[in-house]
């Protein structure tokens, strides 16, 4: 996986890894979280997207309280 990952960097290509693994984090800069919508209302955004700096280990979801 790692050196997946570091040949992809080296050649300079954009990636998006679809998981849940927490190993995925230290290969990306950035995670997007999508949540089921139940809202009617088009305009309230259902996603986040938050750098992995700023995503523990042990966080499950940044949406949650």
């Known amino acids: ?15 998006i890894s679809i998981g849940h693994r927490k190993t995925l984090h230290k ?9 089921k919508s139940e809202s009617t209302d088009s305009g309230l955004r259902n996603w986040e997207l938050k750098p992995t700096s700023q995503i523990s280990v042990e966080e499950s979801s940044p949406f949650s309280s």
């Open 1 to 15: 996986q790692a050196h997946l990952y570091s040949q992809i960097e080296a050649a300079g290509i954009t990636y």
């Open 27 to 35: 290969f990306h800069n950035k995670a997007l979280y999508i949540l």
